[in-house]
């Protein structure tokens, strides 16, 4: 199987509802951000209907800011989905995350009661390779199904662990996703058909704590140990996936 990175994200939980669409935040953001950021007006639904929210796009980095009400995110995406690796490693994308989010805060004063962190992968079969054994890796299937007549499929797992980083300690959840798809791929002149494994790795201090504990310091040293247990998990699942 052919892999392709699709997505890093993270997110901070806090209260954002106050960086809304005006001037007074452009100015803001481009102090914190500069100018290779372009302000972009998104849509967010909320409980009371949909709210013009403000984020910030850098192009050339294939990077977007997302301020929600609720949570700040920071996604990359790849600038060439052709090029499987466009995205680069998930080291690199916690060490600009870091940058950013010392930018950001050193503007806006927010406090964090949650962080999270993603990583999205498409494994692309490859022609005549043949997937259908890796079903049977991951199901127990009913007496109407198995894993040659099963085409699509969902499988989703959480466990949850003690974390410590620097001086700071967090009970966090790993969530893995294995989804069985079919889709295509398009970019400017091409569309591709293809079949394989949608692969997401999602990882989250728990929501039971809502503590506002994450000043700028702890989370910079969260990011900077994420890259460390994405890795390993990430290696865990692979192997486990394609061997």
């Known amino acids: 199987m052919t892999e392709i990175k699709i997505k890093y994200m993270i997110s ?20 914190a951000l500069g100018d290779t950021y372009i302000p972009i007006t998104i849509q967010e639904m909320t409980p009371s209907g949909s709210k013009n929210r403000i984020a910030m796009e850098n192009q050339e980095l294939g ?33 600009l995350v870091n940058e950013v989010i010392e930018s950001l805060l050193g503007v806006f004063e927010k ?3 949650r962080l999270s962190f993603v990583s999205t992968y498409l494994l692309k079969k490859e022609d005549e390779e043949n997937i ?14 198995n894993e040659t007549n099963t085409f699509e499929w969902n499988w989703r797992m959480v466990r949850s662990e003690e974390n410590t980083f620097g001086e700071y300690s967090e009970k966090m959840n790993y969530i893995t996703s294995i989804n069985r798809i079919r889709g295509m791929i398009s970019d400017n002149t091409n569309n591709e058909e293809f079949e394989g494994l949608n692969v997401e ?7 039971e704590n809502q503590a506002m504990r994450f000043d ?3 989370i910079k040293s969260f990011y900077a140990h994420a890259k460390i247990w994405h890795n390993s998990h990430y290696r865990t699942m692979m192997n486990y996936i394609k061997n």
Do not use: W
Request: charged share 20%; hydrophobic share 40%.
């Open 63 to 95: 990077l977007k800011v997302l301020f929600l009400m609720n949570r700040i995110i920071i996604e990359k995406y790849p600038t060439n989905l052709a090029d499987g690796d466009s995205l680069g490693t998930f080291e690199s994308f916690c060490d």
């Open 201 to 207: 790795f999602d990882f989250n201090t728990i929501a």
């Open 132 to 145: 259908n054994p890796i079903s049977s890796k991951l199901f127990v299937f009913p007496q109407s199904h």
């Open 216 to 218: 700028i310091e702890k």
């Open 111 to 113: 406090d964090v009661n």
């Open 12 to 31: 901070l939980f806090t209260n954002a509802s106050d960086i809304i669409p005006n001037a007074s935040t452009y100015s803001r953001l481009a102090t």
